[in-house]
């Protein structure tokens, strides 16, 4: 069976066409949705195999030309990637919550959760090209066709697949690489820097693009240091291994290490892939000024500018066009307000998962994008030196552009006199994800007010062809009004609390700050660990392991975040009274943030 992107929404398009997916393997595009959720999902429909291949109008053809000629994915090429199920945990899955290391205790592969229960492979769209052509079965709805020259049917069948699959099911040692910097005054106090090294293939994008930034800035910190410079606090720089299959070497390293860093690590700075474009920053919204304010001081390699003024100049144009999503136009107005560019929220898909959202560390993702069309690559063989050196940031000039944002970000963190955090940014962000949450529940209301009465007047019936019966939608449950009283009121104090500390903070700092040693130990360590007021010790309902209640990756969305998560999340699930419960727990926490 053919079922698209294989999210939950084909899935109920599916049975309108009156398609079962039970005992059968499915074929699935690559997009949408995080690859590992989709052969997930058909294996709660009943499914017993998964195929998932990369289409052209989504990677490849469509996009533009396929390598060697362009950047783009040629009809050979396979995105290789994990689908254990970090949406409920990364790192070693018979390790949960604990370190990996000689000695641990291993869950048996029957009791791990995050293991696949359906066997899964990735094809290329040469090799999928034979076996959607051979479907028969309704036509493909609209949105479902790809860009292969052929009739797109669902099926079931007649195709048939033969399906094996081989897994080696060993332990093996992988090796992170730490390199520690002592700090001259603050030495308990860490910043930490990290990238993997272990890659797909050859992986000259993901990640050794990221992994020369980080080494660059190590080599310039070492020639500082020889020099007679010193960091008043402790720089530590991590190069992980078995960041591919699930995030295994900084998983495993946080969690074995967690009680050091919770009390130590005031902050995480992570990158991964690089190329040429915008500077994309994402993480903890209290480190946001800062991030501006380096921005502003490094110039964009091929402009000229600063990277900030192309960050802004980028927003501003996408933010106009038509298409523009909500989110970017608010992104673009905070922008212009108080002339910080915006950071992002971070889901999953990289290292930085176990520090921000399992053990509180404030944390930045970084990196260069957008110009190269480098997903043409991304996973496969074709990621290499050649492919990166023509297309992904000729000269490396981004490459040089990453290791000046990256060490100047580490530097400041690691040598301010007060840790570099502002509240105001975060609490205006949180406002925008609280608002979400109301606008999320009123436009469920109203879709399913609007298809309640559809169903009432027979017109999905009457609407229908009779010649290709498409039976009408499952009807929506009613959406009763949701008490989001307490979030509300969390938001608003601590909007009123971060605005005068600012105004405190402003008024000292006119003065030159001139702290007194003890006091300044004393707001430093409350500055270094306040992040972690955002966990709940409970988790996300049903995946304790995310403890971060303002952001997380999404349960249905994978790599993507869900802000606010176990709110979010309970009202896409329909879940009228976790979203009121856990309005009221996740209040709880911004009340003890702001405390
Ligand atoms: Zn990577």
Redesign the pocket.
Known sequence: VYVNYGMPDDYKELARLGVSVKGKIVIVRYGAGWRGLKPELAYQHGAIGCLIYSDPRDDGYFTGDPYPVGPTRPPEGVQRGSVAKMQLYPGDPTTPGYGSVPGAKHLPLKDVKTILEIPVLPISYADATPLLKAMGGPDAPESWRGALPFTYHVGAGPAKVHMVVKSDWSLKPIYDVIAKLPGSSDADQWVLRGN?HD?WVFGAF??LA?TIAMLGEAKAMGALYKQGWKPKRTIVYASWDG??PGLLGSTEWAETHAKELQQKAVAYVNS??NGRGILFAGGSHSLQHMVNQVAAGVTDPETRASVQQRQRAYLDVKAAEKSASPMLKESAKLAGANGDIPISPLGSG?DYSAFLEHLGIATLDLGFGGEANQGGVYHSRYDSFDHFDRFGDPGFKYGVALAKVAGHIVMRIAGSEVLPMRFGDFSSTLDRYVDQLHKQADSARKAADAQHKLLDAGAYKLAADPLHPVAPPERLSDVPKIDFAPLDTAAKKLKASAQAYEKAYNARAEKGLDIPASQLAQVNQLMGTLEQRLLDEQGLPGRPWYKNMVQAPGELTGYAPKTIPAVHEALDARDWSRADKYAGVTATVLDNYRA
């Open positions: 993997h890659g993901d990640p990221g960041e591919e991964d892939t990289s």
